[in-house]
């Protein structure tokens, strides 16, 4: 009894050292504003869906700079242009890590995806791979025919449902998905899934994936901040969803890569010329370093371009019709534009975009008001430093709240409401829109994704005439994730306009 007595009063005498010496240090450092909070927990039981609006509340309550606890955690909370920019400019290299997130490590492969792995040699590759495959200017000029043949797909087939003289109402969320979705494989690995058909089980599939890890992970997932013994009840659930949909999605990417391959093997013995997808490339590269380039370090590549290449269009996409139903005048003046730059001979092309200013200032009010990640992705801070004046630990999480920055009063007129005007005015510089991020892990599909929204866009206000499916307007309520899709998929009323009738049936 001694003995025991003797390592309990031990264990507490050197607890309350530990506190006192983290009560001190903690006394010496400026610390961000932090609400109060609870032991273990934090300020978890504050926290609401979706995750982004709850945190900007927050911010206007407490200012642009917050430091919150989830769980054991500590995060940084960023809600301004200013300080966003000394975080991912001035302390570029310091948060240039992503934080091990359990709901993470299915989906990533173990934290090796370009979207999560920390920033070093292998991610560097992975993003240069990326680069001179997929995204570099030459490679988008490239596969510029790709975005146009699956744009005039869609127009094609809108114009065989539709009634010539009669609105009909079809659901767009799907169709938008399906073309990037399309757009994405083609590059990556010469196929497509979506076409005449309702589409391949296994893409409809994928997008169900892709969906339940952006809706199930990230910083809205409670489990991933307690104590395991805690942790564990909240992510149990998650983990077995996430764990489902990894299994379905690897078999899917697995069997991308080895029918390539194939086919490579029968072009080789037929002495074809050999393709110039992404794929191919990987392929070729990993016949001379087979461990570099390995099947899983082309699905953990494959996983990323996927998922962010076809949420990031089809949702803006979408979000911009919803904004022009909502303001038919914004929606005629686009119109016009494109009418009196392109015609009604031919439908446009990625060369016209240049060319309609107005177009582009309705996808950058797009994004403002519906940033794709409105927290960006989260940052891990590599080692101490300073933001903002504040003294921040290694080990801090920080999330920049893009959706907060992009409605900040301070330096937006009319912040809530769309203007694409605003653009055209120079209201918003480059450091105010943050809708792919700043600095070293800024996100490299920028460039596809204009190239992509604005075509699309584009073709569908220059081919059809559209209107809500009642006098209310389109519902706006955002769903919760990582990305921030509509809660409720967009549906209206589509008609070919008469003057485009000539022209759409020639597709």
Request: net charge positive.
């Amino acid at each position: 009894m001694e003995t025991i007595s003797i390592f309990t009063y031990g264990a507490l005498f050197l607890l309350f050292l530990q506190l006192t010496k983290r009560l001190f240090v903690s006394s010496q450092k400026k610390l961000p504003p932090s609400p109060p909070s609870l032991p273990i927990i934090g300020h978890l039981h504050h926290l609401k869906k979706p995750l982004h609006q709850f945190l900007a509340r927050l911010s206007a309550q407490h200012g642009p700079i917050l430091l919150l606890r989830f769980g054991t955690r500590p995060v940084l909370v960023v809600s301004s242009a200013a300080l966003a920019e000394e975080c991912l400019t001035t302390n570029d290299i310091v948060f240039a890590n992503r934080p091990r997130l359990p709901s993470f490590s299915l989906s990533s492969y173990n934290y090796t995806n370009l979207a999560t792995a920390n920033y070093g040699p292998g991610w560097r590759e992975m993003r240069r791979i990326a680069m001179i495959e997929a995204l570099s200017g030459h490679r988008l000029a490239f596969f510029e025919d790709v975005r146009a043949e699956e744009a005039r797909d869609l127009a094609r087939r809108l114009f065989r449902e539709s009634g010539v003289r009669d609105f009909t109402r079809v659901e767009l969320k799907s169709r938008l998905y399906g073309l990037a979705m399309n757009v994405m494989l083609r590059v990556m690995v010469g196929k497509r899934y979506y076409g005449e058909e309702d589409g391949n089980e296994e893409a409809r599939r994928f997008k169900e994936m892709v969906e339940v890890t952006s809706s199930n992970a990230g910083a809205s997932n409670v489990g991933d901040f307690l104590p395991t013994a805690i942790g564990w009840f909240f992510r149990l659930s998650v983990e077995r969803r996430l764990a489902r949909m990894h299994s379905y999605r690897d078999r899917f990417l697995q069997g991308l890569v080895d029918e390539r391959r194939r086919k490579r093997r029968v072009e080789e013995e037929q002495g074809r010329s050999a393709s110039k997808t992404m794929l191919d490339a990987i392929l070729s590269m990993q016949k001379d370093q087979p461990d570099q380039y390995s099947d899983t370090f082309i699905k953990s590549l494959f996983v990323t371009l996927l998922a962010a290449g076809t949420d990031t269009s089809s949702n803006t996409i979408e979000w911009a019709m919803s904004l022009l139903l909502n303001n038919p005048e914004k929606l005629a003046m686009a119109r016009k534009e494109i009418d009196n730059k392109v015609g009604h001979d031919r439908i446009l092309t990625e060369s016209d975009l240049p060319n309609l200013p107005y177009l582009h200032c309705i996808i950058n009010e797009t994004l403002r008001l519906r940033p794709v990640v409105p927290l960006l992705l989260p940052h891990h801070c590599l080692e101490p430093c300073k933001v903002g004046g504040f003294d921040i630990s290694s080990g801090t999480m920080l999330m920049i709240n893009a959706y907060a920055i992009q409605r900040d009063l301070s330096i937006w007129s009319k912040p809530t409401e769309f203007i694409p005007e605003r653009f055209l005015d120079g209201e918003a510089e480059s450091g105010k829109m943050l809708p792919f991020g700043m600095g070293r892990r800024r996100c490299p599909g920028e460039g596809l994704a204009m190239r992509e929204v604005g075509l699309v866009l584009g073709t569908l206000i220059q081919g059809f005439e559209w209107r809500r499916t009642s006098s209310e307007e389109v519902d706006l309520t955002e769903g919760s994730g990582i990305t921030m899709p509509k809660a409720n998929p967009l549906e209206a009323l589509c008609m070919p306009r008469q003057i485009m009738i000539a022209t759409l049936s020639k597709l």
